[in-house]
């Protein structure tokens, strides 16, 4: 199955790389979300048509570590 990456975004934290590419292929897009540590990669793929979903359920987990942190400040 060919995919053309369409853009790509790398976060870098502490010993891990996050690589967040959205990709088309003739079934649609999708983000492929690779996380790599000492070259040991993880990979999930995301349709486009819940990523809404996918970064309002990011943003409530956020929210509550954020909470949470200020609870233990």
Known sequence: MEQ???HTEKIISDRKT??????????GQVVKI???VGGNRDTIMVP???LGDFID?????KETADQEGE???
Do not use: G, P, V, Y
């Not at 359920?57 to 987990?61: E, S």
């Open 4 to 6: 053309d990456i369409l």
């Open 18 to 27: 996050f690589f967040l590419d959205l990709k088309e292929n003739r079934r």
């Open 34 to 36: 690779t996380e790599d």
């Open 48 to 50: 486009t048509e819940i």
């Open 57 to 61: 359920a990011l943003t409530d987990i």
């Open 71 to 73: 609870q233990e400040s």
